[in-house]
């Protein structure tokens, strides 16, 4: 196997262990996944939509993964290109849940396909997420409401 393909294989198994987290619940995996908050950024589908960093976007994560039940994805059309040390990841997102009101007892199903972008960043023997970037397809006839907080 060449480095390229090792590489791409790895990238593939981060992105699917970042969506396998919050399936199962994995809350406390999510922010290793990412570099550390000197060089992290996120542009999210779901308000605040300024630039996040590290913290802020793990906080919102956890949340929306926290407070959703029989969450459901699907990746599309995934395509890796390695331009050693980075690694830039773009796909489609469809994915379908509850999101549960603790407070009203409430549970609101979603179902949204988005476009995604990840940059990558092989640091040591590792690749990590340095950038996120989600948008919905403005097209898309189920939109879901807010997830979060």
Not at 91 to 115: A, M, Q, T
């Amino acid at each position: 196997m060449s480095d390229s393909e090792k590489f791409n294989a790895q990238v593939e198994a981060l992105i699917y262990a970042y969506f396998e987290a919050g399936k199962n619940k994995d809350l406390g995996s999510i922010e290793g996944l990412h570099a550390d908050e000197r060089v992290f950024t996120k542009f999210d589908e779901f308000p605040p939509y300024e630039r996040q960093n590290l913290k802020q976007a793990v906080l919102y994560e956890q949340a929306a993964f926290a407070n959703m039940t029989d969450y459901q994805y699907k990746i599309e059309g995934l395509r890796i290109d390695i331009f050693y040390p980075c690694a830039v990841a773009t796909f489609c997102l469809e994915y379908s849940g509850v999101f549960v009101n603790d407070y009203s007892f409430e549970g609101k199903p979603i179902h949204s396909r988005s476009r995604v972008t990840m940059v990558l960043l092989r640091i040591g023997q590792d690749w990590k997420i340095v950038h996120e970037h989600f948008s919905p397809f403005p097209d898309w006839p189920h939109r879901r409401q807010k997830v979060g907080p």
